[in-house]
């Protein structure tokens, strides 16, 4: 089983940037693909960004492609999403999720989910 908790949201200009962590429990985080996912208000949660299990390979939704930066560091269970130029529709509530196996654009494929952290992006 793995547990995970978001931390970096806060309230940003348009333009800036964050970077957003994902702390995981358990000794078998590196066994896991992890992605992002995004859930605005009034809206579905959608995909934003995952990554396979050892790093290497990595996809992005198109909203976010060149602006967005999927990592991780295994040796810290941590999964990152650095966000650059930022715009104000990229608010919305972060959750960072884990599935065994590949990677997935796939909400229900992911087995583990952390409570989300907030960004808010100002125009």
């Known amino acids: 089983q793995v547990q995970l908790v978001e931390s970096g949201g806060g309230l940003v200009q348009a333009g800036g940037s964050l970077r957003l962590s994902c702390a995981g429990s358990?000794?078998?985080?590196?066994?896991?693909?992890m992605a992002w996912f995004r859930q605005a208000p009034g809206e579905e949660r959608e995909f934003t960004a995952t990554?396979?299990?050892?790093?290497?390979?990595?996809y992005y939704a198109d909203s976010v492609k060149g602006r967005f930066t999927i990592s991780r560091d295994n040796a810290k269970n941590t999964v990152y999403l650095q966000m650059n130029s930022l715009k104000p529709e990229d608010t919305a509530v972060y959750y960072c999720?884990?599935?065994?196996?590949?990677?997935?654009?796939?909400?229900?494929?992911?087995?583990?989910w952390g409570q989300g952290t907030q960004v808010t992006v100002s125009s």
């Open positions: 990554i396979s299990s050892g790093g290497y390979t990595t």
């Open positions: 358990g000794r078998t985080f590196s066994a896991y693909a």
């Open positions: 999720a884990a599935k065994p196996y590949g990677t997935s654009v796939r909400r229900d494929d992911y087995r583990y």
